[in-house]
């Protein structure tokens, strides 16, 4: 049974960080690629990054770009995302999910996702 595990979120003022870990079982998550996705209070779900398998290449939607880095340590089965210099408006469930697929979807879009885990609570607040 695929299942993904998302942890490491919490509550931290801005400015600060955090590490979200996706944890894998059921599939080796080397072969897939990895998105995170997030959805604040009220909005929309949306795509903050994805890591692929094909070409390890990463991607970041701009509001991130410069201040989280996507990972992935094969060996855990475990995809991370380091998340700094964080704002309130990062405040959000933070999702990893994936669409059984090696390459990142296209613009970050989630509707392809067919794998979800079942968030992480990121608030960033003072």
């Known amino acids: 049974q695929v299942q993904l595990v998302e942890s490491g979120g919490g509550l931290v003022q801005p400015g600060g960080s955090l590490r979200l870990s996706c944890a894998a079982s059921?599939?080796?998550?080397?072969?897939?690629?990895i998105g995170w996705f997030r959805q604040a209070p009220g909005k929309e779900r949306e795509g903050v990054s994805c890591?692929?398998?094909?070409?390890?290449?990463?991607y970041y939607i701009d509001s991130v770009k410069g201040r989280f880095t996507i990972s992935r340590d094969n060996a855990k089965n475990t995809v991370y995302l380091q998340m700094n210099s964080l704002k309130p408006e990062d405040t959000a469930v933070y999702y990893c999910?994936?669409?059984?697929?090696?390459?990142?979807?296209?613009?970050?879009?989630?509707?392809?996702?067919?794998?979800w885990g079942k968030g992480t609570l990121v608030t960033v607040s003072s």
């Open positions: 999910a994936t669409d059984g697929t090696s390459g990142c979807p296209y613009r970050l879009d989630y509707d392809g996702m067919d794998s």
């Open positions: 890591i692929s398998s094909s070409d390890g290449k990463t």
């Open positions: 059921g599939f080796t998550l080397e072969y897939y690629a």
